[in-house]
């Protein structure tokens, strides 16, 4: 069983069955926190599907939720500014569980 709980600031509370994980937040800079928690579940939910590992798709929602508050008003996160660890394949959402820790979507 798999939860995630988001916490703002404090960052995400990651469980995998007995193995727990707190990921701090990534934002540097908050302007706006519209749409972070969206930003998070909806890139979380797209890596699980393209066949990501549940902490990998932690870590790349956890990521461009931290890039979204950053800006002011609801903002888009593209493919290239999560990209820190990164594949740089195909970047088709269909290679992604081939790519590796921190793949993405295009």
Known sequence: RHLCITRGARGVLALDGADHRNLPSQAQDVFDVTGAGDTFTALFGAML???????????LGNR???????????????????????????????????CGRGAYLS
């Open 49 to 59: 599907f393209a066949g990501a590992q549940f902490y990998d798709a932690v870590t």
């Open 64 to 98: 461009a939720a931290g890039l979204v508050v950053s800006r002011v008003g609801a903002a888009a996160v593209t493919p290239a500014d999560t990209t820190t660890h990164a594949c740089h394949t195909d970047h088709n959402i269909h290679d992604a569980p081939h």
